[in-house]
């Protein structure tokens, strides 16, 4: 991955931190959440199968939860060795 791709990460964790600040109870939560997406995404995009692959991230409140949701295409060879952890 580039460079580009990995500022991207830091960005999209402000960003959701400030999304979230005025939807949850306390503002650390949503920081706490900026933190998780922030992982998910390096993940992501270390072991996608390309540069040009999609990835993808989804926050949303449902009721009394945040749900966060990241998603990669990964080399088949990942997607084993993540089964077997």
């Given at each position: 991955?580039?460079s580009?791709?990995?500022?991207?990460?830091?960005?999209?964790?402000?960003?959701?931190?400030?999304?979230?600040?005025?939807?949850l109870?306390?503002?650390?939560?949503?920081?706490?959440?900026?933190?998780?997406?922030?992982?998910?995404?390096?993940?992501?995009?270390?072991?996608s199968?390309?540069?040009?692959?999609?990835?993808?991230?989804?926050?949303?409140?449902?009721?009394?939860?945040?749900?966060?949701?990241?998603?990669?295409?990964?080399?088949?060879?990942?997607?084993?060795?993540?089964?077997?952890?």
């Amino acid at each position: 991955m580039g460079s580009r791709w990995w500022t991207s990460v830091a960005a999209i964790r402000k960003l959701i931190g400030a999304f979230l600040r005025p939807l949850l109870p306390q503002p650390t939560m949503a920081d706490l959440v900026g933190l998780a997406a922030h992982e998910l995404l390096e993940n992501a995009l270390k072991y996608s199968v390309g540069t040009e692959s999609q990835v993808r991230c989804r926050v949303f409140v449902q009721r009394d939860r945040v749900c966060l949701r990241v998603q990669n295409q990964a080399h088949p060879a990942v997607i084993v060795l993540l089964q077997e952890v």
